[in-house]
C-alpha cells in the first residue's frame, strides 16, 4: 500500500470517528426543558374544558364553563394557564411530602379550581374562579376571584378599565362599606361596624376587591357588580367569606363610554348574595 492510499484511510478514518463521538455527545446531551404552557395549549387547550390529577402527593382538579368555548383566545390562555399552576403545586406538594419523609399518614394534597360564567353582555363575559387549597395544616382555603374579557378587544380587563379615566369611586367604596356591614349585622347581630381605616378589619375598597358582574332583569345587561371578599378579609374567619353585590345605579355615571351601554336593569337582589354551601 503505498503512502497516499495510507493517508487517504488515515483520515477517512478520523473523520469517521469525529462524526461518531459528535453523534455519541448529541445523544447524551439532556434534552431543552418543555415549556409547559406551550406543551398544554396544542392542542387540547383549545378544546378540553376539564383537567384532572391524582398522585400519591397531590390531586389537582379544573373545571372550566362552556362559556369560554366561544371565545378560542380566551379558553386556550385559561386553560394553559391554569393546568401550568396545577402542575406546579403537584410538583410542590412533591418536594415537600418528600422532603417530609413520606408521612404516609397524610392525605394527599388537594388543589381544584372551578371557573363559571357570572354574566355576559354583548361586549363582556365574566367569570367567576373559586380555587380550593389544602397544603396541609387544621383548615383549607377557599379564595375566590373574577375574570372580566372584552369579547371585541380580546383581552381582559379591570375595573378600573370600566370607568371613566380618574373617576372618584368614593360612592361605590361607602356603599360596598354600608353593604359589608349590613352583611355582617345579618350574620352576627352584635358585630361591631368596620371602618376604611379600623383594625384588625376594614372595609374593602371597590378598586382592591375581586369582582363579577351581576346579571339582573335585562337579558344582555349587567345589573351591577358583586364584590367576591374573602374569609378573614372584614371579619373573623368564622364569618366566611362575603358576596356582596352592589347595583348599577351607584356607580352608572361613572363608567366609560365604552362601557355604559353593558349595564342595564335591575338586580334580583343587592347587597350579601353569598350562596352558602349545601
Known amino acids: 500500500m503505498n503512502a497516499a492510499l495510507r ?13 461518531c463521538n459528535r453523534d455519541r455527545e448529541k445523544d447524551a446531551e439532556p434534552a431543552a426543558p418543555a415549556d409547559t ?15 384532572e390529577s391524582k398522585t400519591p402527593w397531590a390531586n389537582v382538579k379544573l373545571t372550566l364553563p362552556d362559556a369560554v368555548k366561544s371565545q378560542p383566545d380566551l379558553h386556550a390562555r385559561l386553560y394553559a394557564e391554569e393546568v401550568r399552576k396545577l402542575r406546579q403545586f403537584v410538583e410542590g406538594a412533591q418536594g415537600e411530602r418528600t422532603e417530609a419523609g413520606g408521612e404516609d399518614e397524610l392525605p394527599p394534597y388537594e388543589n381544584t379550581i372551578t371557573v363559571v360564567a357570572a354574566a355576559e353582555t354583548g361586549k363582556l363575559l365574566s367569570l367567576k374562579r373559586t380555587a380550593f387549597d ?10 375566590t376571584s373574577g375574570l372580566l374579557w372584552d369579547k371585541a378587544m380580546k ?23 354600608s353593604a359589608v356591614n349590613t352583611a ?5 347581630p352584635d358585630s361591631a361596624s368596620i371602618t376604611f381605616d379600623g383594625k384588625p378589619w376594614a372595609c374593602p375598597r371597590a378598586a382592591e376587591t375581586p369582582f363579577v358582574l351581576a346579571a339582573g332583569t335585562t337579558p344582555g345587561k349587567a345589573a351591577g357588580l358583586v364584590f367576591l371578599i ?15 353585590a352592589i347595583p348599577a345605579t351607584v356607580f352608572r355615571s361613572l363608567l366609560a363610554p365604552a362601557y355604559a ?3 342595564g336593569g335591575q338586580l334580583s337582589k343587592a347587597g350579601d348574595v353569598t350562596k352558602v354551601a349545601g
Open 37 to 51: 404552557a406551550a406543551a398544554v395549549t396544542l392542542p387540547d387547550a383549545g378544546s378540553n374544558l376539564s383537567y
Open 230 to 244: 374573602d374569609p378573614y378579609r372584614v371579619g373573623p374567619r368564622v364569618e366566611g367569606a362575603y358576596e356582596i
Open 184 to 188: 355582617k349585622r345579618a350574620r352576627v
Open 155 to 177: 383581552r381582559q380587563i379591570g375595573l378600573a378599565d370600566l370607568f371613566n379615566k380618574g373617576a372618584d369611586l368614593t360612592a361605590l367604596d361607602q356603599a360596598l362599606c
Open 134 to 143: 389544602f397544603s396541609g395544616g387544621a383548615n383549607p382555603n377557599t379564595l
Open 7 to 19: 493517508l487517504l484511510l488515515l483520515t477517512t478514518a478520523v473523520a469517521s470517528l469525529a462524526a
Open 261 to 263: 351601554p353593558e349595564f
